[in-house]
């Protein structure tokens, strides 16, 4: 949550103290979710840039780990979904027949960029999206976490606060109502 800070100079320290401690740690998380080091460092910035206008109207936050975390993976989102419209893979007649396989390579890989390729891949995502923004938000974001992000889900038991059982139902839930919902696009997906 938020309490009170004190002053210009006050925030200035604070956000650099912040800088500071958990800049290197975010920087390698951002690394680690983006291909592009020059764009890792853009969202870097764009993280502490958040923190300033957050913490801008004298607030501080209680949970900074936390908080820079969610703003980080919230970033690289942002990037993700700006680019899904850009170069993305796909599924055409060339491609052999590995079933999950096939599908993870389209969603994540940016190496091609035939018309073909495009439209599944924004297809998929805009799926995808539409089915996480059903679920209840605790749900959606532990998958979104453990599954885009790579965070395990001890991580974020020590920096939420929430027992790892807790954080594994929600998951377990959260992939059962995608599994559900996402099938018939998948079985399309495998046949085209």
């Given at each position: 949550m938020v309490s009170e800070a004190t002053g210009p100079t006050a925030n200035r320290d604070f956000v650099s103290g912040v800088y500071r401690e958990y800049s290197p740690r975010i920087r390698s998380y951002l690394r680690s979710m983006v291909s592009d080091s020059d764009d890792a460092e853009d969202l870097l910035q764009d993280v502490f840039m958040q923190l300033?206008?957050?913490t801008g109207a004298e607030t501080r936050i209680e949970r900074m780990s936390a908080w820079l975390y969610r703003v980080a993976r919230n970033s690289v989102l942002n990037l993700w979904r700006k680019r899904r419209t850009q170069n993305y893979p796909g599924f055409g007649p060339d491609m052999p027949e590995r079933g999950i396989d096939d599908l993870s390579e389209m969603l994540f890989n940016p190496d091609y960029a035939d018309p073909d390729r495009i439209y599944i891949r924004n297809l998929v995502w805009e799926e995808l999206e539409d089915a996480l923004s059903e679920l209840p938000e605790e749900q959606s974001e532990i998958f979104c976490l453990t599954t885009f992000d790579g965070i395990p889900v001890?991580?974020?038991?020590?920096?939420?606060?929430?027992?790892?059982?807790?954080?594994?139902?929600?998951?377990?839930?959260?992939?059962k109502h995608l599994?559900?919902?996402?099938?018939?696009?998948?079985?399309?997906?495998?046949?085209?």
């Open positions: 300033v206008r957050t001890k991580d974020i038991a020590e920096t939420t606060g929430v027992p790892v059982a807790t954080l594994l139902s929600r998951k377990h839930y959260a992939v599994r559900l919902r996402l099938k018939g696009l998948y079985d399309d997906l495998l046949n085209f």
